[in-house]
């Protein structure tokens, strides 16, 4: 009995170890949006998630997902990639990669804005008005950011819409290839 005791202990605590990984995204405007999500080949789906106007909805991922997501306002085509969002969790040195591309859509101007980790304003990849160099415009650009966190803030919002102020800043981590955010070495 002792036993078994001490190894559902055991078992607690190396469940409570697994990390959660979370994106929230976060409505700087009014307006109601869908976000979808494309996950990499073989990876599981993520169901699309409304983020009502003003209104903040954290989404959980699997253990070491990769994929992409965009925001489409109501009634617009769901079928339309725009400013995508680009995540792997779990990636190399257990870090999460995170970046905003322009490359499918650099047309999509007020939906996938910033992302950054929870808590923390940098790194940040995104832009507070696009286009900026802050994301990607051309696979070659460097512009995937890195944390050792496993929570991720996604702003949604007009174009010239910033969050950021009321955050502290943090150290700068050098961003590196798209590669990374990618999952293919
Ligand atoms: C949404 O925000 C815009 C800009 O601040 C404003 O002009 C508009 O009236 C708002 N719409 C609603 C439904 O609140
Ligand atoms: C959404 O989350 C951000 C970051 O955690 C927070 O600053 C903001 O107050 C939240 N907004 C709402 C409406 O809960």
Redesign the pocket.
């Known amino acids: 009995m002792k036993a078994f005791i001490q190894i559902a202990l055991f078992l607690a605590s190396a469940a409570a170890v697994v990390a959660t990984n979370i994106v929230?995204f976060?409505s700087l405007d009014n307006i109601t949006r869908t976000v979808i999500f494309t996950p990499n080949a073989g990876l599981p789906e993520v169901k699309p998630v409304t983020v009502p106007g003003?209104?903040?909805v954290s989404v959980e991922f699997p253990e070491g997902w990769i994929g992409n997501c965009y925001a489409v306002q109501k009634g617009g085509d769901k079928n339309k990639p725009g400013m995508l969002c680009e995540i792997m969790f779990q990636g190399w040195n257990g870090c999460t990669y995170f970046d905003v591309s322009a490359i499918v859509n650099p047309n999509d101007l007020d939906n996938v804005r910033e992302m950054y980790p929870?808590?923390s304003p940098s790194p940040v990849s995104g832009c507070p008005s696009f286009p900026c160099d802050h994301a990607y415009y051309h696979p070659d650009d460097v512009q995937t950011q890195s944390t050792p966190e496993t929570e991720l803030?996604c702003t949604l919002g007009a174009n010239g819409l910033s969050?950021l102020s009321?955050l502290s800043k943090r150290e700068e981590r050098p961003p590196v290839g798209r590669n990374y955010v990618l999952g293919k070495f």
Do not use: A, R
């Open positions: 929230t976060q003003g209104h903040n929870k808590g803030i969050s009321n």
